[in-house]
């Protein structure tokens, strides 16, 4: 890239940066310092802004950088993450927003508690949350480390390490002092961002091939050197058992995934009731809805523009087909219109990447100080407030993410939210689900069901070729590969379920039949909730 892409994009950036820190000092000086106003924004927002708000806490850099190159280096088998990140919300829709919104409070641990032995189940939910936030936050950190890569013609890993580390800091500094209002803000600005920008580069595409979506894809099977076997599946996942059922196993995580997520869950509580939380959900489910649409369009775009052999060439996981395709479409390199596009499309993939951090990150310390601390505190010892213990457990968590993700620099981005939602659909949707829906869930129940599902969702990730035993592998030269797939959903996730199941009927404890019918008349009617 030339010294003009680069001065344009890290000046766009700057200005983005310099207004969410401007949004984030001025709502510090207004707030008042409860965990009301730190962790959910005073209950303030519209079902629109609120919309708006998860649309831009899930558009992350999976969305915008890792679809669309897997898109454009895989074909028909690339879609599978468009398809199943928007067909997740419904399982969201129907049976998680409202109930969550009546139910809890802050965090998913709320909803579990309500009628359990609340420390044993929060230690669980809380451990739970934490690990699902630090494993979606590292695939941000890797998006950033791969977008600076390209800014600087990848030749310095030293470069990409001191963006990791600075996205890091800043998410800390969004949560530290501005909580969830802050944040909140900084998502809805960056969806309108995000949102315009995956616009105008479709349209540009369109009018590259006037308008014809045939003749975009008989060019992209054209350019991939796969031909008409890029438009059909199986091209990543077809080519023998395993590849097989790695895709129904991340077809599983991607759908079931979402409604486990804390960061997303944490938006219901940002709404004044459960209707306005189901509102908030149509109106992120049509804006998330019309950008998966348009990453279909710029996928095969950048196969047929830019090519998957550039694309592949420029970063192995496909992180840089968007950027790629901005300056071609803008006209080249060496013209200004492709140093404009590019540097715009940059500068919306980095805000694109803080805004989401920062929701993770909200979501993750709220999980340590309002859950974990909460129940692992010795009674003896003095409380520390939990938004002080929230800000200091942001830290802690920023820095483990900056860890993790310098060391899986190289994956690509909507896998590693894969491995997430894996974890999150094995251990925190079957405690959900059940603690809403069955009547003689116990406290030994939803212990065994975190565990149970977390457990062998980490475990086989170790043991799978994403760590070790391939060339691709966060670790080459160690061979501990005992588990064949690369997304372990399709055994976490049943183990988790069966785990609740087993946990319950093994049980000394009754059910509680007097809280099971309190928790449901407050999920259904609202009444009582907070």
């Not at 309500?114 to 998006?143: F, N």
């Not at 975009?216 to 054209?222: C, E, K, N, P, S």
């Not at 509580?269 to 489910?285: D, F, G, K, L, N």
Request: hydrophobic share 55%; with cysteine.
């Amino acid at each position: 890239m030339t010294g003009n892409h680069q001065t344009l994009a890290l000046l766009l950036f700057s200005v983005f940066v310099a207004i969410t820190l401007g949004i984030t000092t001025w709502v510090s000086r207004h707030r008042h310092g409860s965990a009301e106003e730190f962790y959910a924004g005073g209950r303030l927002f519209s079902p629109m802004e609120n919309g708006f708000a998860i649309a831009g806490d899930y558009m992350s850099a999976a969305s915008f950088l890792g679809i669309s190159g897997l898109i454009a280096l895989f074909g028909y088998d690339g879609l599978l993450y468009s398809v199943g990140f928007l067909v997740a919300w419904l399982v969201v829709l129907f049976l998680v927003a409202e109930l969550v919104r009546n139910c809890g409070r802050f965090t998913l641990a709320d909803v579990v508690a309500a009628r359990m032995s609340e420390r044993p189940v929060r230690i669980a939910a809380g451990t739970s949350s934490v690990t699902v936030s630090v494993l979606y936050l590292v695939a941000q950190m890797v998006g950033a480390g791969s977008l600076v890569a390209l800014l600087l013609g990848g030749t310095s890993e030293a470069a990409q390490a001191w963006t990791v580390i600075g996205v890091g800091a800043l998410m800390v500094v969004y949560v530290s002092f501005g909580g969830m209002r802050a944040t909140t803000w900084i998502q809805i600005v960056k969806a309108v961002l995000l949102m315009g920008g995956a616009i105008a580069l479709t349209v540009l595409v369109l009018m590259r091939f006037h308008g014809d979506f045939d003749q975009l894809l008989r060019t992209a099977a054209g350019r991939s050197g796969h031909g008409d076997s890029f438009l059909a599946p199986g091209l990543k996942y077809g080519g023998d058992w395993t590849a097989r059922l790695d895709f129904i196993s991340l077809g599983l995580a991607l759908v079931l995934g979402t409604a486990g997520l804390p960061h997303i869950l944490s938006r219901f509580y940002t709404v004044p009731t459960a209707r306005a939380a189901r509102r908030s959900v149509v109106w992120s489910i049509g804006l998330i809805g019309a950008f998966y649409l348009m990453t279909i369009v710029l996928g095969f775009g950048a196969a047929a523009i830019v090519g998957p052999d550039a694309v592949r060439g420029s970063n192995a996981a496909g992180n840089t087909a968007v950027p790629l395709l901005a300056l071609d479409l803008g006209g080249g390199p060496a013209s200004t219109g492709g140093t404009v596009l590019f540097a715009i499309v940059a500068a919306i993939a980095f805000a694109t990447i803080l805004a989401v951090v920062a929701g993770i990150t909200l979501a993750s310390s709220a999980s340590v100080a309002h859950d974990l601390y909460a129940s692992l505190r010795r009674r003896r010892s003095k409380p520390r407030s939990e938004v002080s213990v929230a800000r200091t457990a942001a830290v802690g968590i920023g820095v483990v993410a900056i860890a993790l993700g310098l060391l899986a620099r190289d994956l690509n981005v909507a896998f590693l939210v894969g491995l997430a939602f894996a974890v999150a659909a094995s251990a925190n949707l079957p405690v959900l689900l059940y603690s809403l829906f069955w009547r003689n869930f116990t406290t030994r129940g939803a212990v065994w069901s975190v565990y149970g599902g977390l457990v062998p969702a980490l475990v086989l990730v170790v043991l799978s070729p994403v760590v070790s035993g391939s060339p691709a592998s966060l670790f080459p030269g160690v061979d501990l590969q005992y588990f064949p797939l690369e997304n372990p959903g399709l055994v976490s996730i049943p183990l988790g379920f069966l785990a609740g199941w087993l946990g319950t009927v093994t049980s000394a404890e009754p059910p509680d039949e007097a809280k099971h019918a309190e928790t449901e008349v407050r999920a259904l009617t609202g009444a009582g909730a907070v």
